[in-house]
C-alpha cells in the first residue's frame, strides 16, 4: 500500500530541477513557477505519506528529511499563479486576481476603458445618425472613428473645419472606401488605456521577477527536495518492477563470487507476451570453483541463434541490477563487487574515423585486456570473427590465455571457434559450456539453455535457411560443407599445427576424422558398385587391385 501510495503522488511530481535551472539562468516562464509549486505539493504530501510509516527503513527516513519544509513557497506561489498560464511572462495575464491590488486596479481601469469606447461607439453613431460608424485601434493611429466615403462625405459638408464643429470630429486619414476621424476624448481615453495595459504588464513582470527571486533563495532546498523525489522515484518504480517481474534480492559480497540461478533477460522476458515461464532462465557460476564446472571464464559456444548472446547480456544486465540497489531477475542470485563491466558484443564500424568494423572490434578488445583488474565482468562476443579464420582463431586463442592468465577477471567467452575447447584442458579456470539444440526429423529445435560440454556444430545454414535464403542456395550450401568438411581443411589445420603447437590438441581429433573420411570415401564407392555373385574370376581380381589403388592414393 504504501509503495502504491508513493507512487501515485509521485506521477504528480514534474522536474523540478528543470525548472529551477530555467529560473536561475533567466529563461523561465509563469509555467517553471507553476512546476516548482506543484513539484513542491506533491513533495509534502509524500513527506506527509512518509512520516505515518511506523519504523521507516533508514533510507526512506532519510528522504523525509531531505524533502523538507517548503510550505510557505507553495502557498506563495498558489495564490500568485492563475489557473491558466502563458508561456512567457511577457504575455502577461498569469498573476491571479486578489494577489495584488495595485495590478487589479489597472486591470479595472484598462477593461472599463474599453467598455468606454463601446459606449463613445453607440453615442457617435446616435449624434451623426450613420449606424456603421465603428471605432476601431491600430498601432499607427490609435483609437479612431472610422465611416464609409458616402457618409464621409455628408459629415464634411462645408468643409473638415464645419465637420469639427458639428460633431467634434478631427479629420486624420482618407482612404478609398473610407474616412478616419479622431476627437479629444477619444484620444484622452486611448491614452488612459495605453498607459493603464503598459503599467498593469510592468507590475505583472514586477511580481515575476519577486517569485522568481524568492524561488531561487530557496532554491538549494528546492533541489535537494527534488532530489529526493527523484531517489524515491527510482526505489518505488524498482520495487514495482520487482514485484510484477518476480526478481529477487540479490547478495553481495566482497569476494569476487557470481553464482546466479534461473537468471533471466530483463528486457527480453518483458517483450515475451506468453506470460512467466515463457523466457528459458538459465543459471552462472563464475565463482572459481573449477571443480564443480564453475571457473570464472566461461567458453560458450552453440548454434547461430540459440542464444549466446542473450545469455551473456542478461548477466551483465543483472550485474548492474544488483550494484544499483535494484532486486534481479533470477530465482537466487551471490554477486561480488564488480568495479568495472566491459563489453564486446556486436559489429560496428567508424569509418568517418577510417576503422573498419574488424579495426573497432580489436580497438574495443585492446582495451578490456589492457584495463580489466579481478574485479571486473567481461562479456566478450565472438572475438575474431571478421578477419580470415586463422587470424581471428589465434587472436580468440591468445585473448583467452590472457584473460585467464594475466587480467584473472570473471568472463564469460561466446565463440564460434571450437577449437578454443580444447584449452580446457590446460586453463584450470576455464569451463566449457554450450547452448543446447535437439534435432528432430531433419530440423533443428533451438532449447535456450545452457549446459556444460562444448558444441560440434554451428548450425549457420540452418539459421540461413530460416532467414529465407533460397532452397537452392541452402541446398549448394550443405553440400560445400560437406566437401569442405571431408576435404583439404584437416591437411590445413595439421600443417598450422606445426607452426602455433598451442593448436595441436585442437586439430588432431578433427584431422583424423577427416582423413579417415577421404580415405574410405573411394573404397566404399567401388565397394557399392560391384555385384560379388555376378563377378568373374578376372573381374574379382581386378576389382582388388582397384581397391588397393584407391586406398593407397
Not at 472599463?112 to 446616435?126: F, P
Amino acid at each position: 500500500a504504501c509503495r502504491t501510495d508513493l507512487r501515485e503522488i509521485l506521477r504528480a511530481a514534474p522536474d523540478m530541477e528543470r525548472a529551477l535551472s530555467r529560473l536561475a539562468l533567466g529563461r523561465g516562464g509563469p509555467r517553471d513557477l507553476a512546476t516548482i509549486r506543484a513539484g513542491l505539493d506533491a513533495a509534502t504530501r509524500l513527506r506527509a505519506r512518509l512520516d505515518e510509516i511506523a519504523a521507516p527503513p533508514a533510507e526512506l527516513a532519510a528522504s523525509g528529511t531531505a524533502i523538507g519544509d517548503h510550505h510557505g513557497t507553495t502557498e506563495l506561489l498558489a495564490g500568485a499563479l492563475a489557473d491558466e498560464l502563458p508561456l512567457a511572462a511577457r504575455d502577461g495575464g498569469f498573476v491571479r486576481a486578489g494577489y495584488s491590488d495595485d495590478l487589479d486596479e489597472l486591470r479595472t481601469l484598462r477593461d472599463e476603458s474599453r467598455k468606454h469606447i463601446a459606449a463613445l461607439q453607440s453615442r457617435y453613431a446616435e449624434e451623426t445618425g450613420i449606424g456603421s460608424l465603428k471605432v476601431k485601434h491600430n498601432n499607427v493611429l490609435g483609437y479612431f472613428v472610422e465611416v464609409g466615403s458616402a457618409h464621409a462625405e455628408r459629415l464634411m459638408e462645408g468643409g473638415k473645419e464645419a465637420a469639427a464643429e458639428r460633431h467634434g470630429l478631427i479629420h486624420r486619414q482618407t482612404m478609398a472606401n473610407a474616412v478616419r476621424f479622431t476627437t479629444v476624448e477619444l484620444s484622452e481615453l486611448d491614452d488612459r488605456i495605453a498607459r493603464a495595459g503598459e503599467r498593469s504588464l510592468a507590475v505583472e513582470l514586477e511580481i515575476f521577477e519577486a517569485l522568481s527571486g524568492h524561488v531561487l533563495a530557496a532554491g538549494e532546498a528546492i533541489a535537494e527536495a527534488a532530489r529526493a523525489l527523484a531517489e524515491l522515484d527510482v526505489a518505488a518504480g524498482l520495487a514495482e518492477l520487482a514485484v510484477r517481474a518476480r526478481y529477487v534480492r540479490p547478495a553481495l559480497s566482497e569476494e569476487p563470487v557470481f553464482r546466479i540461478s534461473g537468471g533471466r533477460h530483463p528486457v527480453v522476458e518483458a517483450v515475451l507476451d506468453d506470460g512467466p515461464g515463457a523466457f528459458v532462465a538459465n543459471g552462472c557460476d563464475l565463482s572459481g570453483d573449477a571443480a564443480a564446472g564453475a571457473g570464472r571464464l566461461w567458453l560458450v559456444t552453440g548454434p547461430n541463434m540459440a542464444g549466446k548472446s542473450t545469455f551473456l547480456r542478461q548477466n551483465a544486465l543483472i550485474a548492474i541490477l544488483a550494484q544499483i540497489g535494484s532486486f534481479v531477475p533470477a530465482d537466487t542470485a551471490e554477486i561480488g563487487v564488480v568495479d568495472r563491466l566491459f563489453s564486446r558484443v556486436g559489429a560496428a564500424d567508424d569509418l568517418a574515423r577510417g576503422r573498419s568494423t574488424f579495426m573497432v572490434e580489436m580497438v574495443e578488445a585492446a582495451a578490456i585486456l589492457n584495463q580489466a583488474g579481478p574485479r571486473a565482468l567481461v562479456i566478450l562476443d565472438e572475438i575474431g570473427r571478421g578477419t580470415a579464420t586463422f587470424d581471428g582463431l589465434s587472436i580468440a586463442w591468445a585473448t583467452v590465455e590472457h584473460l585467464h592468465e594475466e587480467n584473472r577477471c570473471r568472463t564469460l567467452f561466446a565463440t564460434h571457434f571450437h577449437e578454443l575447447t580444447s584449452l580446457a584442458a590446460r586453463l584450470p579456470q576455464l569451463s566449457c559450456h554450450t547452448m543446447r539444440v535437439k534435432e528432430w526429423n531433419d530440423d533443428i529445435v533451438f532449447l535456450h539453455e545452457v549446459g556444460p560440454g562444448a558444441a560440434d556444430r554451428s548450425y549457420g545454414i540452418h539459421v540461413g535457411k530460416l532467414a529465407g535464403l533460397p532452397a537452392a542456395v541452402v541446398a549448394r550450401a550443405e553440400e560445400v560443407l560437406r566437401l569442405l568438411e571431408a576435404g583439404d581443411q584437416a591437411g590445413a589445420l595439421t600443417r598450422l599445427a606445426d607452426d602455433l603447437p598451442l593448436f595441436q590438441a585442437a586439430v588432431s581429433a578433427v584431422a583424423e576424422e577427416g582423413g579417415d573420411a577421404v580415405a574410405a570415401d573411394p573404397v566404399r564407392a567401388l565397394l557399392a558398385g560391384a555385384d560379388p555373385d555376378a563377378l568373374s574370376p578376372r573381374e574379382a581380381l581386378d576389382l582388388i587391385y582397384r581397391l588397393r589403388a584407391a586406398m593407397d592414393g
